[in-house]
């Protein structure tokens, strides 16, 4: 399921976003874990009531790829302004994902009856 793909990246984004050391292994395991992500929801034809919450997690995805692509690139070359962009995607990455799993919540929630 994308929510559990995106919720295992959070400690990476983290990571990323407090421009704290980044291992290429949890750069890998980012850019596998927002591919799978993206390959799942691509996969999906939301009903309408969930468009909303499939577009945050798509949006996420993409943003959690991005973070880990620049934040390489960043490592490569030492440049820490490419390094501050990474941090910006991956806190987009991680807002979106948090975004989307409160709107799913919502769907979800019994209307409350007048007392």
Known sequence: ???DRLERLKTPLEDIKA??????DALGAILRGASAASKALAAVVPPDEFRTVHALLV???QLADSAA???REAALTGNIQRAWD????AAGALMLEA???SEFRS???LPQLPQ
Do not use: T
């Open 99 to 101: 975004r989307a799993r």
């Open 19 to 24: 421009l704290a050391g980044s291992s290429p």
């Open 107 to 109: 769907l979800f929630r």
């Open 59 to 61: 949006s996420a995805a």
């Open 86 to 89: 990474a941090s910006s995607a």
């Open 69 to 71: 692509q620049i934040r």
């Open 1 to 3: 399921m994308p929510f």
